[in-house]
């Protein structure tokens, strides 16, 4: 019988899925931090001092830059664990 990820016997290995789970909840965290900036100064600079609208654009821009790095880096991350847990698993 093959094993399977994250079963044992017919029964699901929730420790394992926690295991697997906590670190990839931590990056996406830190990617949701690191986007808050950029947000948080375009609150404070446009909204709040009134200066000029161009910097909306601008932090918005980087806002969306660093949410696309970040998925890209969760999603590259996924791929590499599910490699290594295929893997391990042979």
Known sequence: ????????????????????????????????AVALVPVTLQWLFVETLGLVPVLTALLSVATQFVLAVGAGVVLLYVVTRALRLADDSV
């Open 1 to 32: 019988m093959t094993s399977r990820l994250f079963f044992d016997g017919d029964e699901l290995d929730s420790g394992a899925v926690w295991r697997e789970v906590v670190p990839l909840a931590r990056l996406v965290a830190v990617v949701g």
